[in-house]
């Protein structure tokens, strides 16, 4: 089963505590609705939007520049701000490197972060492979196995042309790290295959913010914010981290 989601969501608007959440790369709104409804439950105004390429095609997808991820986050955020006395920021994945992004520009309440993926677990094939042969080998297969306990998320094929534009972004977000000051909380989980450990401590370490914490789990997937047996863990951390901050 792929879980693909095409639509954008948004709860409690009259809200004055604004809470904007970014799925990850090649993923959508599937794997980051959860948290959205459970913190408009809890008070907050919530929104989810799918990025530029995703939600859509994987040739779509591919046709997208890092740049175009940072100006939709970028408005979505001011938007959120402008109405709004409190905004915090919430990214998995390549959604926490865009979170980060934003963190480094505006001067939010709070920014939380998991499974971010600044530092890849294969670097040849991203650094060198992939860039070079992407323009020639566009789109690789995923090997979906049905009776798998792997949960598949996303379009059914990787856009390795899409996948240069993220290692472009990683790059873009690294440098920008030390301009980042607002309130942290970096989640990983052990069972992560995707996010190295190393990047918890090259995000805590690189960032200016006086007040950061690192917080760890042990069976959640890459995906944190969806289904997992540390959801109820991992949403209730959050919930204090935004009340605190």
Known sequence: ??????????YNKS??????????????????????????????HTIANNLPG?????????????????????????????????????????????ALYLASIFPLNGCIVGGTVLKFNNPFT??????????????????IKN???IKYYGYSSYPLIALNEMRKLTRKVISKLPKVKSPLLIIHTESDRLSL????????????????QKFFIKHAHHNLFDENPDQEEIFN?????????
């Not at 991203?126 to 090997?143: A, E, G, P, V």
């Not at 918890?200 to 960032?207: A, F, H, R, S, W």
């Open 147 to 149: 009776d798998s306990n």
């Open 54 to 98: 995703h939600g859509t095609t994987v040739e779509e997808c591919n046709r997208v520049k890092y740049q175009m991820w940072i100006e939709h986050v970028m408005q979505d955020i001011a938007n959120l701000i402008s109405i709004s006395e409190r905004t915090y920021v919430i990214g998995c994945s390549m959604g926490a490197n865009l």
């Open 237 to 245: 951390e959050v919930l204090k981290f935004i009340s605190k901050h």
């Open 126 to 143: 991203i650094h060198i492979t992939n860039r070079l042969l992407c323009k020639i080998i566009k789109f690789s297969q995923k090997k």
């Open 197 to 212: 450990k190393e990047n918890v401590d090259l995000v805590y370490d690189k960032t200016s913010s006086e007040i950061k």
């Open 1 to 10: 089963m792929i879980r693909f989601d095409t639509n954008n969501y948004e």
């Open 15 to 44: 809200s004055p505590i604004g809470v904007y959440i970014i799925h990850g790369f090649s993923n959508t709104t599937y794997e980051v609705k959860e948290i959205a409804k459970f913190l408009g439950d809890q008070g907050f």
